[in-house]
């Protein structure tokens, strides 16, 4: 009893809790692309909610309106991601001129502590649930200390729901936005979540979700109705018009985990629980859910409507590079597939700029991504963020050339690639953008389904307006074109007497013939050149073939040529010696060399007495070439 009188009896208290967007950039959303495309983060309201009861509490998301600089507030808390910095801090010093006190949180000051505490009065850094009271506590006390650091991650259950009911109302795709797990078991060089949320996984109870979820639900239908009730007839139709076809906030729940599948057992649990509730729901998912036919169509039965996948890219070596093998490119197209047949809309997450990726990564990409009808793709530039092993890399190998925060966004080139330039990336990812989101292209991608058509093709209009507004049109380079024309399966139709290759003599290989052979081309990391691989059976057609994709490559690229026969498996004699007639590339590219790695030690037999008059061959090792 004497401690409800004391409760009573406290000094009312006012947060504000800012979310800053720079109102200044291209990216700024719009009422209708903030309606059809953007929801929410739930750092501010899961804060409101571990903010003790006699506190008063508004959360100003910049990304919807301008911040009321002038709020009566006793203390601002604001969330930083580090694209956001500069902002956060522009931001922070207003309040404070006003003498109110900031306290910033989230990734940036997590990993930019002493950057960060020059611009406030106290940071939070790591998950602040547990942290977060302790501060108030302390500002309460007079007592608030310059740094608060998470001493533990905290524990999910009995978790208090995070308070979406004070987000603006009518701003986004939805408010509806929940969480059910946190941490990444997986290590991808370039993202936060592990270092920041712990390299294992941390669950709810279904319970306790499913009780958050209906409670939600519950007040946003009450919302709803009174909205309709005050509107006008006409805006009562339109509000239930976009109820009925799912674009209206309140349509579409949206589980804002970085790993929603982490484990199995408990997802089987969790989606069989959210049959019931009549619900339609969208998440982020490993694509290789779709390896599991029974958890799509649990998933799909339980109102899954749409994946966010991390693809990241189309290319094994890309993948392997950024410690995510798990990702088997040869399974993509059946996985997207398999969500397709089951109503799930997939929306990749598409990365360029990899060590692995050259001008060609871009084109490549997004036919594949039109190829297998993907609704939407969030495409970006690899972006070395603070608190990442890629930032710690980059760092050391020098490769960073922009400090500028506001750039680290996933929209601007920050570091030196390796196989094209700063500039090569940039525009390359501006093509992408147009291309992907052309109005011809969005309705092949859309048209192989009948499912919430109308929301999917809002969706891609409204990202379609944001790209024709803040990005350039963007351009390939020649090379690109090059490279992409040089990529060929060839039949090979005359392998009498074919010769082993003698570098995979060791290896168990199998005897039989192949009937392709496969050019794979690419810039090669240290040397300005292009590495054409070559895999499979070479025989005089092909090779013929090959011959004058190369001269015609080298002539366009002006590019070395580096042919490397180490993989491939079988060739003719025929076909050896139509690939020694070394004048035929100088009469056609005259001013660049075609090179050939490895061709003696592979087929030695068969160039026994051939002549090498005009043939460039290159005995060592790349790296050393």
Request: glycine fraction near 6%.
């Amino acid at each position: 009893m004497q401690l409800m009188k004391l409760s009573r009896t406290r000094k009312p208290r006012k947060l504000l809790l800012v979310d800053p967007y720079p109102r200044e950039s291209p990216y700024h959303l719009g009422a209708s692309e903030r309606k059809a495309i953007w929801f929410p983060k739930l750092s501010l309201p899961a804060i409101a909610a571990y903010t003790p009861e006699h506190w008063e509490i508004e959360i100003q998301d910049e990304a919807v309106r301008e911040i009321d600089l002038d709020y009566p507030a006793d203390m601002v808390g604001i969330s930083v991601m580090s694209c956001y910095a500069p902002r956060a801090y522009e931001l922070a010093a207003e309040f404070r001129k006003r003498g109110v006190p900031v306290v910033l949180g989230g990734v940036h000051p997590t990993y930019c502590a002493d950057e960060a505490l020059q611009h406030c009065d106290a940071i939070v850094t790591g998950e602040a649930e547990e942290s977060w009271p302790r501060l108030v506590e302390d500002f309460e006390a007079g007592r608030m200390q310059r740094h608060y650091k998470m001493e533990q991650f905290p524990p999910l259950d009995n978790y208090k729901p995070p308070r979406v009911d004070l987000l603006s109302e009518d701003a986004y795709m939805t408010r509806q936005c929940t969480f059910t797990t946190r941490g990444c078991h997986f290590d991808c060089e370039f993202c936060s979540v592990s270092p920041f949320n712990g390299k294992s996984t941390r669950r709810r109870p279904v319970a306790e979700v499913v009780a958050e979820i209906q409670r939600v639900k519950g007040w946003v239908c009450e919302e709803l109705v009174g909205r309709i009730g005050r509107s006008s007839m006409l805006e009562a139709l339109k509000i239930a018009a976009k109820i009925r076809f799912g674009i209206e906030d309140g349509s579409i729940f949206a589980f804002v985990d970085d790993l929603h599948n982490s484990n199995r057992a408990y997802c089987r649990e969790l989606w069989a629980a959210l049959k019931p509730l009549n619900i339609k729901w969208g998440c982020q998912s490993t694509l290789f859910l779709g390896d599991d036919a029974e958890m799509v169509k649990l998933a799909a039965e339980s109102g899954c409507v749409s994946v966010f996948v991390g693809m990241e890219s189309i290319f094994e070596e890309s993948l392997g590079e950024t410690h995510k093998p798990f990702n088997k490119v040869k399974k993509f197209e059946e996985e997207i597939k398999m969500f397709h047949d089951h109503g799930i809309m997939v929306n990749p997450g598409i990365v360029f700029g990899f060590d692995n990726d050259d001008e060609s990564v871009f084109e490549r990409t997004v036919e594949f991504l039109i190829k297998n009808h993907c609704e939407l793709a969030y495409f970006n530039v690899l972006t070395p963020l603070p608190g990442t092993p890629l930032h710690a890399r980059y760092e050391a190998a020098g490769r960073i050339f922009d400090r500028n925060w506001a750039n680290y966004d996933g929209k601007h080139v920050t570091f030196h690639p390796t196989r094209m330039t700063p500039e090569q990336l940039q525009e390359g990812f501006y093509w992408a953008q147009h291309t992907f989101y052309s109005l011809p292209n969005i309705l092949k991608r859309i048209s192989n389904t009948s499912q919430r058509i109308i929301p999917r093709f809002q969706m891609n209009w409204e990202f379609r307006r944001v790209i024709n507004r803040a990005c350039p049109k963007g351009g390939l380079s020649p090379v690109a074109a090059v490279i992409k024309t040089l990529q060929a399966k060839l039949p090979s139709v005359e392998m009498e007497n074919p010769i082993p290759n003698a570098l995979l003599a060791f290896k168990k290989v199998s005897g039989q013939v192949d009937q392709f052979l496969s050019i794979k081309a690419r810039k090669h990391e240290k040397l300005t050149a292009l590495l054409v691989d070559l895999e499979g059976a070479l025989d005089r057609i092909n090779a013929a073939e090959l011959k004058t994709r190369l001269a015609d490559a080298a002539s366009k690229a002006k590019l070395d040529i580096i042919v490397n026969f180490e993989h491939v498996r079988h060739a003719t004699p025929q076909a050896i010696a139509t690939l020694m007639d070394g004048e035929f590339f100088k009469r056609a590219a005259p001013s660049v060399r075609v090179r050939y790695r490895k061709i003696t030690d592979a087929f030695a037999s068969a160039l026994e007495g051939a002549s090498f008059h005009g043939v460039d061959l290159l005995a060592e090792d790349l790296q050393d070439a």
